[in-house]
């Protein structure tokens, strides 16, 4: 593997995480539900892993800021705008992929 000195890696995982951001901004057509049932996470879970890391650093930060960092917008008004209810099958899938 390519020697990767700390810095840079952290610059390469920050870019990977804006581009993934940016990716579900642009993919409103993909719910939650859908997410969290093909990856086990969903936008929701990324911005409390990233307001997570900014309390592990000290820095407090409310659950409606680290979710407009992910959402690109107040997470009200993207679910208002985007959001739909869970139709069955979606539901039972989450539900199948959630058994344990």
Known sequence: M????????????AAAFRTLVEHLRQRTDVQNID???LA???RNCLSRWYREAAEQR???LPDAEA???VYGEPYDSWKAKHQKDA??????GFEAANKH
């Open 2 to 13: 390519t020697e990767i000195d700390a810095k840079t890696r952290t610059e390469l995982e």
């Open 35 to 37: 997410l969290m049932t």
């Open 40 to 42: 086990g996470f969903c």
């Open 58 to 60: 000290g820095i407090p």
């Open 67 to 69: 979710r407009e960092v």
């Open 87 to 92: 139709t069955a099958g979606q539901k039972q």
